[in-house]
């Protein structure tokens, strides 16, 4: 039976209820940039994040050849695996009427992309885990295969964002993408 | 091709002596004749008919194409269709053994009919039991109907495996330009206010079998089954976001899995802050593992790719990564040298899932065409189909619902007449954008570009029913 009394703590309930609805949910945790570092793997085509090390691909092969060379090939081109693709050559394929074969000398814009697709998900069988000189030496060695840095280049931090990359202005927007 | 095609039918028309062509057909097709060339740009809502369509079971189209009223008013004409498949009477009935004893029991998840152990993904054998799990598996949607995917048959790419994911240790992480770094359990994403939405998902590299130079003998799930279609449920991602204060100097997303290869791409902020969902179910339950579990993010309608799996990270920055898949791998190389970079939008496409290669006809009659349509852009409008080669066309019903950035069954109502037939689907969406020929696709951008392919798609059908790949 209502009497007035329930009636007013009925009103009173609702009206808590909506000043708490007024405030959304936060249900995130804070956590300290520090405390985020070893899962922020991303690196920007300026070169933040890349880690301390280097490498130079005289360095590089070694690892090319234990670690990357079963799927890839010898020298990157001729892969044995189909998915893995070829490393290099290919340059000049993208000329109209060729069939264009995409590897990093020949299409890949950046640099930092090479060292940043290594880092998170090569070796294949056991990503993440060559260390920072390791990753430096092996993108050398890629990039010396393709003739874009010398076999004694020192790629660090300061080096690997101004590798030039031949096919550095082969791309351009879609046109149609939403406002 | 085309040429051939496109008079074959009226030559078939003429072809008296054709075994494939019974009496009553060769009277509907001097109709088809007089009508092929009616042509139906009237389009408003689905399932509405102008009245001057013509009656049910008439042709509307060229070599046999009816109008959709038949699956309006259920007003087959069986006379004048000839749809029956025998006049000899059927076989006496005997009672199943199923029916004698009883069957049985209950499971704790249930499974399809032993009946339909054929009704799977399809995938290349892996280059070497080391890489199993790379590459993609193709959804059979020439065996199924309707709008959702089942969970189980929904397609799936992944670069390095599918990771076997402790919920209660998995960790999404939003950083870079915030005001406030968080990390979410999945308890506690569980706790937002939830939203559900039907959308598709495509692959980028789906139908791209049709750039190669000639036809391939391939069939539905090998040509298009990179394609997929939930109910997904989760928490907007902007409402994240907002909780961790984006700076102003944001403009990207780069969001990344928790697979061995921590796939990872960048998204335009705009988009993240507009209907991209964090999902955390499938078809009113977990995220499949395959699919993402425990949690994948969903861009309606961009691009397969991009609606990263297995999502742990979110980073907001000033500018995109660059990634290997958003450099490498989805761009699109044009005629000349350059090539196409963010192609997010899947745009407005169709194909027809039955008829289709593997799935013969059985004789001349009636036979309904379906398949489906969907555009990244927005909603479907109207569906046109050809069993002329793109000669004539004539709109198909639509199946509602009709969602944005869902696929649409479409259904049109064919009279087989025995002759060689090349049967096409055209889809226009709601911003106006029309679904291009193999032609105008190619002369807009070449065939080299591999990834977003949506040109129309054709099967051709030859006189003992079979269909093939063809381009046309």
């Known amino acids: ?179 | 091709m085309a040429a051939g095609n496109a008079v074959g039918g009226h030559r078939t028309l003429n072809k008296t002596d054709s075994p494939f062509v019974p009496v009553s057909h060769r009277a509907l097709a001097v109709r088809t004749g007089t009508r092929n060339a009616y042509f139906d740009r009237n389009e408003g809502a689905p399932l509405m008919v102008r009245k001057t369509h013509p009656e049910p079971g008439y042709p509307t189209a060229g070599n046999g194409i009816l109008s959709r009223r038949i699956f309006l008013e259920g007003a087959l004409v069986v006379g004048a269709t000839g749809a029956g498949l025998s006049c000899a009477s059927a076989e006496p009935l005997a009672v199943q053994p199923w029916m004698k004893v009883p069957g049985p029991g209950f499971a704790g998840y249930g499974q399809p009919s032993l009946f339909e152990s054929k009704v799977v993904k399809v995938f290349p054998p892996p280059p070497s039991p080391a890489t199993q799990g790379v590459g993609a598996s193709r959804t059979p949607l020439h065996l199924l109907e309707g709008m959702i995917t089942p969970s189980g048959l929904h397609f799936e790419r992944s670069h390095s495996g599918i990771p076997d994911i402790d919920p209660d240790q998995h960790r999404l992480v939003i950083h870079g330009l915030v005001k406030r770094p968080l990390v979410f359990t999945l308890e506690a994403l569980s706790r937002y206010p939830m939203q559900s939405r039907i959308a598709f998902i495509e692959c980028a590299g789906n139908s791209q079998a049709l750039n190669a130079p000639q036809a391939q003998p391939l069939n539905v799930s090998a040509i298009h089954g990179l394609l997929g279609c939930s109910e997904w449920t989760g928490v907007r991602l902007s409402t994240l976001l907002d909780e961790a204060g984006v700076e102003p100097e944001a403009r990207w997303v780069i969001a990344e899995g928790a697979d061995a290869a921590a796939m990872s791409r960048s998204i335009p902020l705009a988009k993240a802050m507009d209907d991209a969902l964090v999902c955390l179910y499938q078809n009113g339950e977990r995220v499949r593992p395959s699919n993402g579990y425990p949690v994948r993010l969903l861009l309606p309608g961009f691009e397969g790719n991009m609606n990263v799996k297995w999502l742990r990270r979110l980073k907001l920055t000033a500018g995109p990564a660059m990634t290997k898949d958003e450099t490498s791998k989805y761009t699109i190389v044009l005629k000349d040298e350059k090539a196409w970079q963010f192609v997010f939008p899947i745009e407005v496409k169709s194909f027809i899932t039955r008829p289709s290669p593997g799935l013969a006809l059985t004789g001349p009659g009636f036979y309904e065409i379906s398949g489906l349509a969907w555009s990244g852009n927005g909603s479907i409008r109207q569906v046109e189909v050809s069993a002329d080669g793109g000669r004539s066309w004539a709109p198909a019903a639509l199946q509602g619902p009709i969602l944005p950035k869902a696929p649409v069954r479409f259904r049109a109502a064919w009279q087989w007449n025995g002759g060689p037939a090349v049967l096409q689907s055209r889809a226009t969406d709601d911003t106006g954008m029309v679904q291009p020929t193999r032609a105008q696709f190619a002369a807009e951008r070449g065939l080299r570009g591999v990834y977003h392919y949506n040109a129309v798609a054709s099967w051709r059908i030859d006189e003992m029913g079979e269909a093939s790949n063809v381009y046309a």
């Open chain 1, 1 to 179: 039976m209502f009497t007035l009394k329930s009636i007013a703590v009925c009103i009173s309930t609702l009206t808590i209820a909506s000043a708490a609805l007024a405030q959304a949910p936060q249900f995130g945790q804070p956590i300290a940039p520090a405390d985020i570092a070893a899962w922020d793997i991303s690196i920007g085509p300026d070169g933040v994040g890349l880690p301390p090390g280097r490498g130079t691909a005289i360095e590089g092969e070694a690892i090319y050849v234990a670690s990357c060379q079963a799927c890839h090939g010898e020298k990157g081109t001729r892969p044995n695996d189909a998915l893995a693709g070829a490393l290099v050559g290919g340059m000049g394929t993208l000329a109209p009427d060729k069939i264009p074969m995409k590897t990093v000398g020949s299409f890949w814009p950046y640099a930092t992309t090479l060292f940043d697709y290594v880092r998170r998900a090569m070796p294949f069988q056991e990503s993440k885990s060559l260390t920072a000189d390791e990753l430096y030496a092996v993108s050398a060695y890629i990039l010396n295969l393709n003739g874009i840095v010398g076999s004694n280049d020192v790629l660090d931090a300061q080096s690997l964002p101004k590798v030039r990359m031949p096919n550095r202005n082969g791309f351009i927007p879609f046109p149609r993408n939403p406002k």
